[in-house]
């Protein structure tokens, strides 16, 4: 008892932001978190091993976590997801019970809760209830990869990069979060383009008035700009 309460305690913000287990009562988060336990990533790690990630599920608590595929040829990258704290994985394993050919790479040092996946399918056959939340957040990384590979074949790279910077600012603070301090070929690999592109296209909005970019920081000068600059693209498409 004295574990989870311990877990519970210590991370109460991250897991009540969790989307995954939206609702869950206390009774319950303290109930799972009993099979659960820390980990501690170092920053640049890259886990390739599969097997990982068929026999356990993560929460992240803190950091970035990018989950990417490689083309064995052309040794081209590509990130599927930029997961951060909060988010969770690897979510395809649990509901299929299958190897998930993907690749992870932490941007940061990370924490992480573990659960083995088969204590968190005995949790879940227990409180089926929650399957539901399961399901919807299922369909949400599926609509997201849709709406990725969409942009892929459908849109130009800047379209791809002024969407990426929109989608990334804070609502309230009006401040550019989670990719703010990506280097130009972490961001290259979010959208299908290159370093070199992506640092060409930066400079143009920095010269717009619409970003700044200092100490390998990217910050919103004036997001108006940047709106502006996605509805005059978005009129092309």
């Keep these: 008892m004295a574990t989870e309460n311990k877990l519970f305690d210590k991370y109460i913000p991250v897991l009540k932001n969790c989307e995954l287990f939206n609702g869950m009562t206390n009774e319950h988060w303290r109930e799972l978190l009993v099979n659960f336990h820390e980990e501690k990533w170092p920053k640049e790690t890259c ?35 930029l997961l951060k704290e909060s988010d969770v994985f690897d979510l395809f394993c649990l509901m299929d019970g299958t190897r998930h050919h993907v690749y992870y790479e932490c941007l940061d040092n990370i924490k992480v809760l573990a659960i083995p996946m088969d204590k968190l399918k005995l949790w879940l056959n227990k409180n089926p209830v929650y399957y539901q939340h399961f399901l919807s957040y299922a369909g949400k990384m599926m609509r997201m990869l849709e709406s990725n590979v969409s942009q892929l074949i459908f849109t130009d790279i800047s379209t791809r990069l002024l969407r990426l910077l929109v989608n990334n600012v804070n609502s309230n603070s009006k401040q550019l979060e989670h990719i703010n301090d990506l280097p130009n070929k972490e961001i290259a690999n979010l959208i299908g383009s290159t370093r070199a592109v992506v640092n060409r296209h930066l400079q143009r909005l920095k ?31």
């Design 47 to 81: 886990m390739v091993n599969h097997q990982k990630f068929l026999f356990h599920f993560y929460i992240i608590v803190s950091g970035r976590i990018k989950m990417y595929n490689v083309d064995e040829f052309s040794e081209k990258e590509h990130t599927l997801f």
């Design 207 to 237: 010269k717009n008035g619409s970003i700044k970019i200092a100490r390998k920081q990217v910050e919103i000068k004036d997001i108006s700009i940047l709106l502006k600059e996605l509805e005059n693209q978005n009129k092309k498409i």
